[in-house]
Nanobody, 117 residues
Framework: QFAESGGGTVQPGGSLRLSCAASGFIFRWYVMSWVRQAPSKGPEWVSTIDPEDGSTDYTDSVKGRFTIAADNAENTLYLQMNNLKPEDTAQYYC????????????RGQGTQVTVSS
């Protein structure tokens, strides 16, 4: 299970830090990802981390602006989002799995991010 939080409404150029509290599994054993879905669009993979070794991957549109992190002791996944743009507006979800399966993975409630002036 996942409980996402930290979303909100910010102006372009602003920052948000999303959190995802995971439960029911051994967190560090699973590659974890963030996925987002904008209104009237399909889900989009955003970023992946392997909690075991800390390796990360990002979709091109967020490279240099977003940072994914994992706290294995707290079973929590994070997404630091800086220099937000209107096109980042979406519902954000944390999921188990890497890039190739993230958009198909089961999701929780997610957290809404709105970037607007």
């Amino acid at each position: 299970q996942f409980a996402e939080s930290g979303g909100g409404t910010v102006q372009p150029g602003g920052s948000l830090r999303l959190s995802c509290a995971a439960s029911g599994f051994i967190f560090r054993w699973y590659v974890m990802s963030w996925v987002r879905q904008a209104p009237s669009k399909g889900p989009e993979w955003v970023s992946t981390i392997d909690p075991e070794d800390g390796s990360t991957d990002y979709t091109d549109s967020v490279k240099g602006r977003f940072t994914i992190a994992a706290d294995n002791a707290e079973n929590t996944l994070y997404l630091q989002m800086n220099n937000l743009k209107p096109e980042d507006t979406a519902q954000y979800y944390c999921v188990q799995g890497g890039r190739s399966v993230a958009t198909l993975a089961p999701r929780g409630q997610g957290t809404q991010v709105t970037v607007s002036s």
